[in-house]
């Protein structure tokens, strides 16, 4: 498997890669998560998917604790 380490990658690689990521039937329209601005930086070569990964925090709810 080859390396998604930014110094192992080309812009476009990394930009490839987050599409993979995207299914064409997303589901995501209503959660308020985009992953082109949360993976900005790393497509840009600044943070690594680990560092970008490791930062995300959130609490996950269901309907019923709503």
């Known amino acids: 498997m080859k390396s998604n380490?930014?110094?192992d990658t080309t812009?476009?690689?990394r930009i490839a890669l987050i599409k993979q990521w995207i299914p064409d039937?997303?589901?995501m329209e209503d959660c308020g998560m985009?992953?082109?601005d949360i993976y900005?930086?790393?497509i840009n070569g600044?943070?690594?998917?680990a560092e970008i990964n490791a930062s995300m925090t959130g609490a996950f709810m269901t309907?019923?604790?709503m």
């Open 5 to 7: 380490l930014i110094k």
């Open 63 to 65: 309907e019923e604790d």
């Open 40 to 42: 900005a930086d790393y």
């Open 11 to 13: 812009k476009q690689e």
């Open 25 to 27: 039937e997303d589901g």
């Open 46 to 49: 600044v943070r690594e998917i």
């Open 34 to 36: 985009d992953l082109w």
